[in-house]
């Protein structure tokens, strides 16, 4: 199995990335798919997460309204889209697998990325 993040860069404060995380090895039909962040000195956090059966889906407080996460099961790709970025976005972002998870980030997930870097400037 093989995620692998795409679309990172720098932008400035208020701009918008689209991150991509394509699969390989997995169904996205059977996983939910979950993005976490990590900034230096702090822990991995939960972004936002969609449930194996898409029913559901899970953000974080502080990308309420900006963050939003989709699938394109026929690509096997995973998709957040992230709008009004804020310097504190800034971070590594990895996306991960979880069998017939519910995306809320909450669980152990069974499979993960490297990751793609995000830098917001003020």
């Known amino acids: 199995v093989q995620l692998v993040e795409s679309g990172g860069g720098s932008v400035q404060s208020g701009g918008s990335l689209r991150l991509s995380c394509t699969t390989s090895g997995l169904t996205l039909d059977d996983y939910a798919m979950g993005w976490f962040r990590q900034a230096p000195g702090k822990e991995r956090e939960g972004v936002s997460g969609?449930?194996?059966?898409?029913?559901?889906?899970y953000y974080a407080d502080a990308v309420k309204g900006r963050f939003t996460i989709s699938t394109d099961n026929a690509k096997n790709t995973l998709y957040l889209q992230m709008n009004s970025l804020k310097p504190e976005d800034t971070a590594m972002y990895i996306c991960?697998?979880?069998?017939w998870g519910d995306g809320t980030c909450s669980r152990d997930f069974d499979y993960w990325g490297q990751g793609t870097q995000v830098t917001v400037s003020s």
């Open positions: 969609i449930s194996w059966n898409g029913n559901s889906t």
């Open positions: 991960a697998a979880d069998f």
